[in-house]
């Protein structure tokens, strides 16, 4: 099992910067892939980033590319995305995702959200 907290969400104005957190217990975080998700009001969950287990891969959606920036720091357990020129579209409760295997998709350990709220 892996436990997931996610923190750092909030109101943010456009063309502003958020940098979320999300601390892993439970098994050893360095064996895993781990991801950022999203879900806005009435849509799907849609896959924002991921990066494997040493860093070496890196994966982005093409709506956050050039503006997040997913990074780890396997000392502390924890996985971060800074989040900059934020626009209303971003807003959306962002997840934080475990694999052992890195991808856009399918992931074994879910954190509960943070929510993110960009005012234009």
């Known amino acids: 099992q892996v436990h997931l907290v996610e923190s750092g969400g909030g109101l943010v104005q456009a063309g502003g910067s958020l940098r979320l957190s999300c601390v892993a217990s439970?098994?050893?975080?360095?064996?895993?892939?781990m991801a950022w998700f999203r879900q806005a009001p009435g849509k799907e969950r849609e896959f924002v980033a991921a990066i494997s287990y040493v860093g070496s891969t890196i994966y982005y959606a093409d709506s956050v590319k050039g503006r997040f920036t997913i990074s780890r720091d396997n000392a502390k357990n924890t996985v971060y995305l800074q989040m900059n020129s934020l626009e209303p579209e971003d807003t959306a409760v962002y997840y934080c995702?475990?694999?052992?295997?890195?991808?856009?998709?399918?992931?074994?350990?879910w954190g509960q959200g943070t929510q993110v709220t960009v005012s234009s």
């Open positions: 439970g098994q050893t975080f360095s064996r895993y892939a």
């Open positions: 995702a475990a694999d052992r295997n890195i991808g856009r998709g399918h992931y074994d350990y």
